[in-house]
């Protein structure tokens, strides 16, 4: 019985152990990712989420212009609010990854959702392909047929980790689209939160509108970013179809740390 009682000790003290660096790496992390002392290296990695030979065809064009209106986004707003760092991202593109990230859990419940981003993280160490240094964030594009797979699950993207997951439709004119959703969950993990209706996509006023002071309020003519869509009246929005579409608002600029 008493060895039994040390093993266990031993294997919670372990365990307790592994979280408290995976814990302390995180925060660490998430202070020099919005210090903007420097840019941040986000890599994108691609990856055949179905399998199909059209989706790796397009996995196979890629170059890293592709993502290019990302890190001009980026830049462009930085400079909207005054951030001295000229361009706060540069985009780099890594061959593809071979393997599947994990899935979320169904139930959302606390404990699984921290087992699978422990997961998540793991899988990631085992599956970066890039050749080059460390990145600060990673963003994996998991690529559909869009005539096999018109709708897509949820994209995320996770703070602690600095780690994200698009589902994205492989398209050539879905591209622009695409980035749109990538640039949204990027800042999620730079600590920007959501800012539309779970149950409508409606975005929320006045974070979630790119112009709350415009008059009149309806139509908007851009997105604010973690808005996700052009609120066109109280009860349409249409998502942008590029990032020429889409503003970072006061309250995103806020939790990212550009602005006070």
């Known amino acids: 019985m008493a060895r039994r009682g040390f093993f266990y000790t031993l294997r ?17 992390s998430r202070l020099r990712s919005t210090d903007w002392n420097e840019p941040l290296w986000v890599v994108v990695y691609p990856v055949n ?15 890293v212009s592709t993502f290019a209106a990302v890190s ?29 990230p994990p899935a979320p859990p169904a139930d959302g419940s606390t404990l ?7 997961h998540l993280r793991y899988w990631t160490w085992r599956h970066d392909s890039f050749d080059g240094p460390q990145p600060d964030v ?25 780690i994200g997951v698009v589902n994205a439709f492989a398209g050539r004119r879905e591209a622009q689209r695409n980035n749109v959703v990538i640039a949204h969950e990027f800042l999620h993990t730079v600590g920007a939160s959501d800012k539309y209706d779970p149950v409508t ?28 869509r052009i609120p066109l009246s109280e009860q349409r929005a249409v998502m942008p179809d590029s990032l020429r579409q889409a503003r970072i608002g006061r309250q995103t600029a806020r939790e990212i740390r550009w602005i006070d």
């Open 12 to 28: 919670v003290s372990l365990l307790m152990a592994v979280l408290f660096v995976v814990a302390m790496n995180s925060w660490l």
């Open 201 to 228: 996509d409606q975005p929320l006023y006045p974070d979630g509108f790119a112009e709350p002071d415009r008059r009149p309020l309806f139509p908007q003519r851009y997105a604010e970013i973690m808005g996700g």
């Open 138 to 162: 990673q963003m994996y594009v998991v690529y559909f047929d869009p005539a096999t797979h018109p709708r897509l699950r949820h994209s995320l993207g996770l703070r602690k980790g600095l």
């Open 49 to 63: 989420g179905d399998g199909s030979p059209d989706s790796q065809r397009y996995i196979d064009s890629l170059d």
């Open 72 to 100: 001009d986004f980026l830049h462009e707003e930085a400079a909207r609010y005054g951030l001295p760092l000229a361009r706060p991202v540069t985009v780099k593109l890594a061959p593809p990854v071979d393997a599947l």
């Open 112 to 118: 699984g959702v921290m087992l699978w981003s422990l």
